[in-house]
């Protein structure tokens, strides 16, 4: 079965500290890529994707991820982050073209000012 | 810009009651999702439609129900609450791919925090 791993449960890291989330998948197949974020009593938004192409993928607010394939990998990187930056982060999914998105169990970052 | 709204936001059920949470988008994305969220858990797929009269189990489908009559609405219904199914629900909803991709990214609502006592 299909699963995305997410290393880390909960992070924790003061500002300008530079941030790594690790997400892994098991297929080996065509595979469509998300990191999604969650504030603090909000509803999931979208921080980037990954469908084809480059794959160094720049979001919003100075996110990026790098989808490395030999490692089945999609960790997501900031430079520099801020107070703001704190909320729960979801890897996610999409496996050789079907409409189902698995996502991961999340990260929950902390930022501390 | 309205999106997916979802309701009610809070609800308390006692065990064997029934209710149906609502979804409605106004985006016309034929793809449609119910998620569960638990502490630690991640989101996990209850059911999904890819249009008007086509829906699908997902992950976690035992003790749920859903039917999509138009492409807008996407009503997830539990017949007999049980404690197990307390939870957060999410409704989620996706445009058609742009070639490389069968789906789009999710637009998601803003919740349903369901308790079931």
């Known amino acids: 079965a299909q699963s995305v791993s997410q290393h880390n449960h909960h992070v924790i890291l003061s500002e300008a500290a530079s941030l790594e989330l690790g997400c892994n998948y098991s297929?080996?197949?065509?595979?469509?890529l998300f990191w999604y974020v969650q504030y603090p009593g909000q509803h999931l938004q979208l921080l980037l994707k990954y469908f084809s192409g480059d794959p160094l993928v720049k979001g919003i607010k100075g996110f990026e991820a790098e989808f490395i394939k030999s490692k089945f990998s999609f960790n997501l990187r900031k430079p520099s982050v801020q107070w703001s930056d704190t909320a729960e982060y979801f890897c996610?999914?999409?496996?050789?073209?079907?409409?189902?998105?698995?996502f991961g169990a999340g990260t929950r970052l902390f930022v501390k000012a | 810009n309205a999106g997916v709204t979802q309701t009610p936001k809070f609800r308390i059920l006692k065990i064997g009651q029934s209710m149906t949470l609502q979804c409605a988008q106004d985006?016309?994305?034929?793809?449609m999702y119910w998620y569960r969220q638990d502490p630690g858990m991640g989101l996990k797929l209850i059911y999904y439609s890819v249009g008007a009269g086509i829906t699908d189990k997902g992950e976690v489908p035992n003790g749920y129900n859903v039917s999509r009559s138009t492409t807008e609405d996407f009503p997830l219904r539990l017949e007999l609450a049980a404690p197990s199914q307390t939870s957060v629900y999410f409704c989620?909803?996706?445009?058609?791919?742009?070639?490389?991709?069968?789906?789009?990214?999710?637009?998601f609502g803003d919740g349903t925090r369901l308790s079931i006592l």
């Open positions: 996610a999914v999409n496996a050789g073209g079907g409409f189902k998105t698995i």
């Open positions: 985006m016309n994305h034929n793809y």
């Open positions: 989620a909803s996706s445009s058609d791919g742009t070639g490389v991709s069968p789906v789009g990214p999710q637009h």
């Open positions: 297929y080996g197949g065509t595979v469509n």
